[in-house]
């Protein structure tokens, strides 16, 4: 019987993604705390920013005329701080300003108090030639109004949340969050504080992948329901996926992919659904599955990734969160790749492409970890972020790679 072929990623993913409908439910939140999550309508300024002329220093407001040279006198008229409103300048005069106050009618730039010298008699001398429009922010030229500042499908950050708050927006309309359920397969796993370590049974291992991706869906935004370790018994998988399926939008599983005796999943999603088993040609990360489980009035989709501890992490950050940025429609979903220079060799090109753990050192260059197994989750702890190698591809020290970081993978 012959294998089937696998399946590259750059063909994978676009069938994925075409699965990846944006859920049709939005919320109103408050823009304190919408963080990270997905707009679901464009963000149109209804003022402009800043809303008036203003000043971009502690000093005086003047006319340029009067200060062509250094050594102009001027009377100071009036004192403008921020949040109020000074009156007409005339020629001669100068007004005491703060940053951010309005710019009074008749004045045309702004001196730093430290460029000037304070007189008696209420006067001051400006110690250099003023230009026109010097240190004077004009109104708009950071928002306009009826300009799009936020475009619907952008996953706030900080600094987007400040641009709404600034053009008045006290809640924003958001995309509601991914419902998540998560369960792990294998009669072999233990939870950890359920067995200490030195009464651990033969064969035994800590399950370490729900942790992970367990931590990965809360920073993508998902409700998560954890349902624990899932017995190796068909009917156990049955009725968990059943359940699952009917109050939820995405069941993730870690292990049992596989064609094994004991790997349960595929024919009970098949039983509940549809379920395709793709060999993918990357490493690690080989077995992953998708499907859908029917439910009342539709379907919840379904994705198994490998057990393996580095296969699952990479997996789930290659497939899963594009899969769930798109389903809270999330228009970009890509990651950057960098351009960075390995200090190491990687002599052995392999049939897939590589993922490999690496870390950036102090000359500017890429370390890669020695042992790229994917049960060494001590890789993912080491490295920074990995190097996307295509397959076949050898690597010498001096060779330019991908790079890509996890801080912008698992923001």
Known sequence: MNRPSLLSLDDALP????????????????????????????????LQVPPHDNSSMDGYALRALD???????????????????GTQLNSGEAARIFTGAPI?????????????????????????????????????????????????GTRLTPAELGLAASIGLAQLQVSVRPRVALFSTGDELVMPGDVAPEAMPAGAIYNSNRFFLRAMLKRLGCEVSDLGIVPDKREATIAVLRDAAMHHDLILTS??????????IKPAVQSLGELSLWQLSIKPGKPFAYGKVNREGGVCHFMGLPGNPVSSFVTFLLLV???????????????????????????????????LRVKRNAAGGL?????????????????????????G???ARGDSVRFISFEEWLA
């Open 367 to 391: 370390d890669v970890f020695p042992n790229q197994s994917s049960g060494v989750l001590t890789s993912a702890v080491w490295g920074d972020g990995v190097v996307d190698n295509p397959s």
């Open 393 to 395: 591809q050898t690597i």
């Open 255 to 264: 292990g049992g992919v596989s064609v094994g005796e004991e790997d349960h």
């Open 104 to 152: 009074p009618p008749g004045a045309d730039a702004v001196v730093m108090q430290e460029d000037c010298e304070v007189l008696e008699g209420g006067q001051i001398k400006v110690n250099m030639a003023v230009p026109t429009a010097q240190w004077i922010r004009r109104s708009g030229e950071d928002v306009t109004r009826g300009a799009t500042v936020l475009s619907r």
């Open 321 to 355: 969160r594009p899969f769930l940025l798109a389903m809270q429609g999330v228009t970009q979903t890509e990651v950057k790749r960098t351009q960075m220079t390995a200090h190491f060799d990687w002599p052995r090109a392999d049939k897939r492409r590589e993922f």
């Open 67 to 85: 200060c062509v040279q250094a050594g102009a006198v001027l009377r100071v008229t009036q004192r403008i701080p921020a949040g109020t409103h």
């Open 15 to 46: 069938q994925l993604l075409a699965q990846a409908h944006t859920l049709p439910e939005t919320q109103w939140v408050s823009t304190f705390d919408a963080d990270g999550r997905v707009l679901a309508q464009d963000v149109v300024a209804g």
